[in-house]
């Protein structure tokens, strides 16, 4: 259930006795505060207090992260001896538990500084292979350096985790540490199937070659939390196989930082009709999961974890039990998939690229978009006059009637 804003405020004031002073970050929190508890959308995991619990037996605290054990796959190396460097690879069990590169996860270099602390000394991102290398002082030669990995980088992270790499006496030359893996048997390996999936939603970005000038702020991911919900610019997560709604909070984050648009609060339901802003906000945040996990051409694109109640959630085909109209999340969801995906049939003959819908939506002109017939009228904006009458077609085949 979501909390009005107003109860929010009269929480805070009780808990803290004043409310805290805004900083820059938090300027845009009255927006985003109108957010989810997402009880409809996926309830609370039974799980996640069992995989806090193991997350703490299989880490251990150090500058207030939590470390898990990595598991060395391949052998330490010096492969040539001009310059000073290390370099290495990472990757992660994907959700089949094949490994896969852990693309964007940031390496630390570090020594032991003052009063036992740990002081970076370099740093890498690890490549869409998982590989990385970063040149070190030759000073360093013949001290102890820990590699230490984190999935995040500068747009995101995850908990306040860390996983060790090799820990060794720096020799002159390029050393190549090997492989490292997070341990597929264990919880902390889950991690990485969060960290795939905000890869997945870079990764659509990068492709089509969007403008990432509105992502200014690191996005914490907090996980295992109490609950699915976006709020204060953070992601909470309390499942990380649940790839459909992971996606579809992160795609709340993605919305909040890129678009002007109304926002609202309160109880929501997948089948039912409420205010058109918060349906625009839901049904967007679904869209954008389906947008980086399914094929754009499926016949029966569906969600697997979203609303057990529902289940599965088609986006293709929605139940004709379910409410009509703009203010109804799922078919806002269903008419901007009809839209953008490839799959023609009834009377949805359209595809419009993620770039041409993006670009439409985000903030350019200060206006803002009330509901998803605003962001209709944006999207049909982009394409000739005569192809119009077929974008309202194709939204109206998912029960939401449009202005042509």
């Not at 094949?98 to 000394?121: D, I, L, N, S």
């Amino acid at each position: 259930m979501r909390l009005p804003i107003v109860l929010v405020a009269s929480l805070l004031i009780v808990a803290c006795g004043t409310l805290p002073t805004p900083t820059a970050r938090q300027a845009v929190a009255p927006q985003a505060l109108a957010l989810e508890g997402e009880t409809d959308l996926a309830p609370a995991s039974t799980r996640a207090p069992m995989v806090r619990q193991a997350l703490q037996r299989e880490g251990t605290k150090a500058n207030d992260a939590l470390v898990f054990k990595t598991v060395q796959t391949g052998a330490i190396k010096t492969v040539r001896k001009d310059g000073v460097e290390l370099a290495g690879a990472l990757s992660f069990p994907d959700f089949d538990g094949k490994p896969v590169a852990a693309h964007h996860a940031t390496v630390h270099v570090q020594t032991q500084g003052m009063f036992g602390m740990a002081k970076e000394v370099g740093r890498a991102e690890t490549d869409a292979t998982g590989h990385w290398a970063v040149a070190l002082d030759k000073d360093l030669v013949g001290k102890q350096v820990d590699v230490v990995y984190e999935l995040g980088n500068e747009r995101w992270t995850i908990g306040n985790y860390r996983w060790a790499g090799p820990k060794l006496t720096l020799a002159a030359g390029a050393t190549d540490t090997g492989a490292q893996a997070l341990d597929p048997a264990s919880q902390n390996g889950q991690a990485g199937l969060i960290h795939l999936i905000w890869n997945r939603a870079l990764g659509e970005f990068e492709r089509d070659h969007i403008d990432l000038g509105w992502w200014r702020a690191k996005i914490k991911t907090n996980w295992p939390a109490s609950g699915n919900f976006y709020n204060f610019g953070a992601v909470n997560l309390t499942d990380a196989p649940w790839w459909d709604v992971n996606g579809h909070e992160i795609g709340h984050a993605m919305f909040f930082a890129a678009f002007d648009s109304a926002s609202g609060a309160g109880e929501h339901y997948i089948d039912k009709c409420y205010a058109g802003s918060l349906a625009w906000s839901e049904g967007f945040g679904s869209f954008f999961s389906g947008v980086i996990s399914l094929p754009r051409d499926d016949q029966d694109a569906k969600f697997e974890f979203m609303v057990p109640r529902r289940k599965p959630i088609r986006l293709e085909n929605v139940p004709t039990d379910v409410c009509e109209g703009y203010t109804n999340e799922w078919r806002v969801c269903a008419a901007m998939w009809d839209v953008y995906d490839t799959h023609s049939d009834g009377s949805d003959h359209v595809a419009v690229d993620f770039k041409t819908i993006w670009d439409a939506l985000a903030k350019h002109d200060g206006t803002k978009m009330n509901d998803v017939r605003d962001a209709f009228a944006r999207v049909a904006g982009t394409q000739p006059a005569a192809g119009r009458p077929d974008l309202a077609a194709a939204f109206g085949q998912a029960g939401v009637s449009v202005t042509r």
